[in-house]
């Protein structure tokens, strides 16, 4: 929902809308990380981060945790212009509006948590947290010693060098093999990127966790709510 930060804060029970907007000039209030010394801002309170005294401002409200299992052939958004299939076809009998945690491109499967706690998403999509994200792959090249050297200390995509990444090999095949691989980051298409900078190109590619959120028993296109256990992990992050 759109609306102006000083309703949003006095919604949220910081202060009353007049009090709210004397913090907002006096500096006080920051949103996603700068901060705003003038009235008339809107934000959206699904999306943008609001801080007050070094904390985060969020509405006391229901949260709803979701793992889906994407299959391949949708796109992680909440909507698509092309009327593409989204991931949100799948998520049915839900009341509250929920929005994906990163992005799984759209030829992935695998783990992805939905959500409407603005707070977890900051949280498992901020760098500084180092969350590791674990992949199942399929490869056409058996990757060498000197192929995972060089991919477990980080490689050059792109003009930047990503953070040190884990491979190991799983299975060999006659012409490929398949891989489990760690990386700590999310940028676009970034596992797929990586094995090509070694000379193996994906043939399939599958999250099967982030974090210790596992994505277990779960078949293409279902869905579960978290444990309590779960939720309770990603707070403590």
């Not at 929005?99 to 499967?109: M, Q």
Request: net charge positive; aromatic share 8%.
């Amino acid at each position: 929902m759109i609306l102006r930060l000083q309703k949003y804060m006095a919604e949220c029970g910081v202060a009353s809308r007049r009090k709210s907007e004397e913090l907002i000039l006096d500096g006080k209030v920051f949103v996603n990380g700068k901060a705003v010394m003038e009235l008339g801002m809107k934000i959206d309170d699904e999306k943008d981060v609001v801080e007050f005294e070094g904390k985060r401002v969020v509405k006391n409200k229901k949260y709803i945790y979701i793992i889906l299992n994407k299959p391949e052939g949708c796109i992680t958004t909440v909507k698509d212009q092309f009327g593409r299939k989204t991931v949100l076809d799948y998520i049915k009998n839900i009341n509250s509006r929920v929005y994906p945690i990163g992005r799984l491109d759209y030829d992935t499967s695998g783990l992805l948590i939905l959500t409407n706690d603005g707070e977890i998403t900051y949280t498992l999509t901020h760098p500084k947290h180092n969350i590791p994200k674990t992949y199942i792959a399929e490869v056409d090249k058996i990757p060498s010693g000197g192929d995972i050297l060089k991919f477990n200390k980080g490689l050059v995509i792109d003009g930047y060098k990503t953070a040190p990444a884990k491979l190991y090999i799983i299975e060999k095949y006659e012409k490929g093999a398949k891989l489990k691989i760690i990386i700590h980051e999310g940028r676009n298409r970034q596992v797929r990127k990586m094995c090509k900078k070694i000379g193996c190109n994906v043939l399939k590619l599958k999250r099967i966790s982030i974090g210790k959120i596992e994505i277990g028993k779960l078949k293409k296109g279902e869905y579960r709510f978290l444990s309590d256990k779960e939720i309770n992990y990603l707070k403590g992050l």
